[in-house]
């Protein structure tokens, strides 16, 4: 029953439990007393699930109807049946949780106090067939449309309406299976989409007579109250009179309410940002200023060649961009310490425990940890914060690499001067120590992801860069075998550079500890999902593990609440990078907002994203090129839905699931323009291509080439609104959304973003 209450609200309507279960002990007072006054049920003493409830739902209690027997509690609608307990179908199962049996035989009277209150609230619907009809969804996919939360809260507002057929919400998704009936489905999807295609969009003209009329309506009332004599008159005062009560009743009202709602009261409720300061912002101008151009950070050579040739594939006239300007003059160690020496082999630290590096000893808190420093970089989606990072660690571990080099060439060099002056054989000088090579599978450097699709792409940009800068770096995804791990791993040359998911690292690493003892450095991209609850735990093990870091980087274009706060309880010293733009969505991102409840889309989401996309295809944006389209949806089971509509509605359309290939799905999306393949016959199918996903592309992910999103249902926060936002517009390009909106989207919220976004304010 408290459930029932809770989705009889909105999600974010919390209702305090005292204040709850007081109404609910009222109304469970006189629900008792009507119930006790027609002397056919006991109620238990103490029944405290049935507390919180309306008291204006047990006034309305029909008198005289209640009949505890199941059988005589059937009742044509389905709804009512199964409320009530009534004997087979729904209605049975759903009372076999009470522990009685009603499969059909005669079961004891017995206190069904949840069922009598749910029967009150979901009285048997009172409209005609044709306002039933109407009523039903147009398609099968309009039933899976919702999230999770809203579906529950449909299934108690709409009770399920008989078509006339005996077509209930269950039976008609099971006849969709049904052959014909899918390809009569299919045609009229289709001609509902021909049909609002080629109708015109209504115009400001269109609606003045609608205007008018309500202006006429409203003026009308009054003339025709003031005609009516006498007797009108009398009313008129009276009205005056109670309005007049009212007024003076609110102005008393108005001391003691709530203040109104702020502007952003919808956004402050969902969004918990992290606040970007005014000193932030003068930091990061100022650095933008003096750092204009790559050559001015004092990058190594094949560093800047890398860039310009490999990075940016040969792009001109590039400069840095402002989290660059910001990041790579901090991050950058022009003099690195030389990297550790290869350290004792396992056996040689088992003879000595007191060896600085035992771990054991550094888990049992008898050796203090190496202190590093932390960073936080904090910059918009799209603005090149993956460069940001990756160039001054590769140029660093590049310095380290030529000072190792130049001081074992020194060494040598000493070594063959003394064999001259000494005129000795080689052989007389004492040898090292043959020991096992430890540095084997110590890279320097770990970059953590939350996918394996960012791993690729990350993954990728390094390969790149190092084929001129000339360092070794690796991919460990689950898409690889453990041999081919094994032998990137621990070949005979150590990967200088590791990127991977927490997950995969924190199994290798938990299985030898030691392998992160050479790591200088650890870089948390998408820092706020890697300290989430879900990551957290894999991630943090993963950076006590490298006893010798000396830099913790985390990256994320947003900053909420829960990761301020993570970061000043574990890493007080923290630097933050953090860009005047965070958490403003571009303006170069175009938001409108689409209301599938008007007359042209019934409330039929899948029908209003196939005819955004048929005018994207008409557009003439991108001529010549393939548009492509990302279809944001919040629940995974939706993604099957909405891409089975488009596609039978003949657009070319894919999602990414478990079972499909991501990496190659996500390629046609990430790489450069293709040309339009469309003719007149297949217009939709070569002039568009939609990826229809879940969060999943929407952190990272670089669609740089993506020009439209459509959000199809409203994202839950300001953050998930700001990443899917941030697949389109990216580096300065310029991008288009559409939100879908219908009776159970937050439309204030919506609002809100629009405004904020319009006016090129940070979402809150
Ligand atoms: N200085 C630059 N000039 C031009 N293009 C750049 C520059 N720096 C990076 N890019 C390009 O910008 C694109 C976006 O970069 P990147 O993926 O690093 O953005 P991001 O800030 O990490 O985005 P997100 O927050 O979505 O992960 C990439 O294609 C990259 O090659």
């Not at 489905?185 to 609608?210: G, N």
């Not at 918990?272 to 990061?284: N, P």
């Not at 808190?365 to 202190?371: F, L, V």
């Amino acid at each position: 029953m408290s459930s029932l209450i809770q989705r009889s609200r909105p999600s974010n309507f919390l209702v305090p439990q005292t204040a709850a279960n007081s109404v609910c002990i009222s109304c469970l007072a006189r629900l008792r007393q009507q119930l006790h006054s027609q002397s056919q049920l006991q109620l238990p003493g103490n029944h405290a699930t049935a507390a919180p409830f309306h008291s204006s739902a047990v006034a309305s209690l029909p008198q005289g109807k209640w009949n505890p027997s199941p059988s005589s509690s059937s009742r044509s609608n389905s709804h009512s049946r199964s409320a009530a307990g009534g004997s087979g179908g729904r209605g049975g199962g759903r009372s076999g949780g009470y522990g009685g049996n009603t499969s059909g035989g005669r079961s004891k009277p017995q206190f069904q106090g949840h069922r009598a209150l749910k029967s009150i609230v979901h009285k048997p619907s009172r409209m005609t067939l044709s306002e039933k009809v109407a009523r039903t969804p147009r398609s099968p996919s309009t039933f899976v449309q919702r999230d999770k939360r809203s579906k529950s809260f449909d299934r108690r507002q709409e009770p399920t309406v008989d078509t006339g057929g005996g077509m209930n919400r269950r039976n008609f998704k099971l006849r969709s299976d049904d052959k014909s009936q899918y390809s009569r489905e299919t045609e009229r999807r289709k001609r509902d989409l021909r049909e609002i295609t080629s109708r015109p969009s209504p115009s400001r003209f269109q609606q003045r007579p609608a205007l008018e009329l309500r202006s006429e309506r409203r003026s009308s009332t009054p003339k025709l109250a003031t005609n009516d004599g006498t007797a009108a008159g009398g009313e008129k005062a009276e009205r005056r009179l109670a309005a007049a009560k009212l007024d003076a009743a609110t102005a008393e009202d108005k001391k003691y309410t709530r203040p109104p709602i702020r502007r952003f009261g919808q956004m402050k409720h969902i969004a918990s940002l992290d606040h970007v300061s005014s000193r932030t912002r003068e930091i990061t101008h100022a650095a933008e200023e003096q750092f204009n151009s790559f050559e001015t950070f004092d990058l190594l050579p094949q560093t800047v060649e890398a860039l310009y040739k490999d990075a940016l594939d040969g792009m001109e006239g590039v400069t840095p961009t402002p989290v660059q300007s910001l990041v790579i003059p901090t991050l950058l160690d022009k003099s690195p310490a030389p990297p550790l020496k290869a350290l004792p082999s396992e056996q040689s630290r088992h003879r000595n425990p007191k060896d600085p590096l035992d771990p054991e000893q550094f888990y049992r808190g008898e050796q203090p940890r190496k202190s590093f420093k932390t960073y936080l970089i904090a910059a918009e989606t799209g603005s090149g914060k993956t460069l940001s990072y990756v160039l001054p660690l590769m140029d660093t571990l590049k310095r380290r690499e030529l000072l190792q080099k130049s001081v074992a060439n020194a060494e040598e060099s000493k070594h063959s001067e003394i064999l001259e002056q000494k005129g000795r054989w080689m052989f007389d000088i004492p040898a090292p120590p043959v020991t096992q090579d430890t540095t084997v599978g110590k890279p320097f450097a770990v970059i953590l992801v939350p996918t394996s699709e960012l791993v690729f792409q990350v993954g990728a940009l390094l390969k790149k860069l190092s084929f001129i800068i000339k360092l070794r770096t690796e991919m460990i995804s689950k898409d690889f075998s453990g041999n081919v791990i094994r032998s990137r791993l621990f070949k005979s040359s150590t990967p200088d550079i590791i990127v991977g998911t927490p997950f995969m690292i924190d199994r290798i690493t938990e299985a030898n500890p030691s392998m992160l003892h050479r790591t200088s450095h650890i870089i948390v991209d998408e820092a706020d999902s890697l300290f989430d609850r879900s990551f957290s735990t894999l991630t943090a093990p993963i950076i006590s593990r490298a006893l010798n870091l000396e830099k913790l980087i985390l990256c994320s274009a947003t900053i909420p609440k829960s990761l301020d706060a993570y970061i000043a309880k574990n890493y007080p010293d923290c630097k933050r990078l953090v860009t005047a733009n965070l958490h403003a969505v571009p303006r170069r991102i175009q938001l409108q907002v689409v209301d599938v409840m008007k007359d042209r889309y019934k409330g039929n989401k899948s029908l209003a994203c196939a005819h955004l996309c048929q005018q994207i295809v008409n557009d003439s944006t991108e001529p010549g090129f393939a548009k492509r389209v990302v279809v944001f949806v919040n629940e995974r089971e939706t993604t099957e839905e909405v891409t089975k509509y488009l596609q039978e509605t003949g657009f070319n359309a894919v999602s990414i699931n478990r079972d499909s290939d991501s990496r190659k799905i996500l390629e046609s999306f990430t790489g450069e323009k293709e040309a339009s393949t469309a003719d007149w016959d297949g217009i939709r199918k070569g002039g568009i291509k939609i990826l229809v996903t879940t969060d999943l592309a929407s952190r990272g992910v670089d669609t740089k080439n993506v020009k439209n999103v459509i959000l199809y249902d409203v994202p839950y926060t300001s953050i998930d609104f700001i990443h899917r936002l941030g697949r389109t517009g990216r580096m300065g390009r310029r991008g288009r959304a559409w939100v879908l909106v219908d009776k159970d989207s937050n439309q204030e919220y919506v609002k809100e973003v629009r405004k904020t976004m319009f006016l090129g304010q940070a979402l809150i």
